[in-house]
Nanobody, 121 residues
C-alpha cells in the first residue's frame, strides 16, 4: 500500500476529526498530496491539496475555512483537520498524490484506500 489513510470515525454535528495519510516512501516527497471524498450516491469530489513543500494549499471553495490541510515532510504524511462537521460531510475520504496541481482529480495518479467519516445529527 503506497498511501495509507486513517483517522476516520463517527462524530457528532459540530465536532472535529483529523485525518492522516502516510506515504510509504520518499518518492512522494516531490509530489502534491491531498484529499478527495465520495459522499453516498455521489461522485468523487476534490477536497484539498498541498504542494510538495507544504507552502501551497488549495481547497474546494465550499470547504475553505472549515478544513485545513498540512504536511510533515520528514515523515511523508499529510493531515486534514476537519472542524464544524455537518451531516453532509459524511463520506469516504481518500488520500491522493501526483505531480499535477489543482482541483481536477485527473491530475492525481496515486490513490489510497479511503477512511470513513460519519457525522451524526
Amino acid at each position: 500500500v503506497q498511501l495509507q489513510a486513517s483517522g476516520g470515525g463517527l462524530v457528532q454535528v459540530g465536532g472535529s476529526l483529523r485525518l492522516s495519510c502516510a506515504a510509504s516512501d520518499s518518492s512522494f516527497s516531490s509530489q502534491a498530496m491531498g484529499w478527495a471524498r465520495q459522499r453516498p450516491g455521489q461522485e468523487r469530489e476534490f477536497v484539498a491539496a498541498i504542494d510538495w513543500n507544504g507552502r501551497g494549499k488549495y481547497y474546494a471553495d465550499s470547504l475553505r475555512g472549515q478544513f485545513a490541510i498540512s504536511r510533515v515532510i520528514a515523515n511523508n504524511t499529510i493531515y486534514l483537520q476537519m472542524n464544524s462537521l455537518k451531516p453532509e460531510d459524511t463520506a469516504v475520504y481518500l488520500c491522493l498524490a501526483g505531480h499535477g496541481w489543482g482541483s481536477s482529480l485527473s491530475q492525481y495518479n496515486s490513490w489510497g484506500q479511503g477512511t470513513q467519516v460519519t457525522v451524526s445529527s
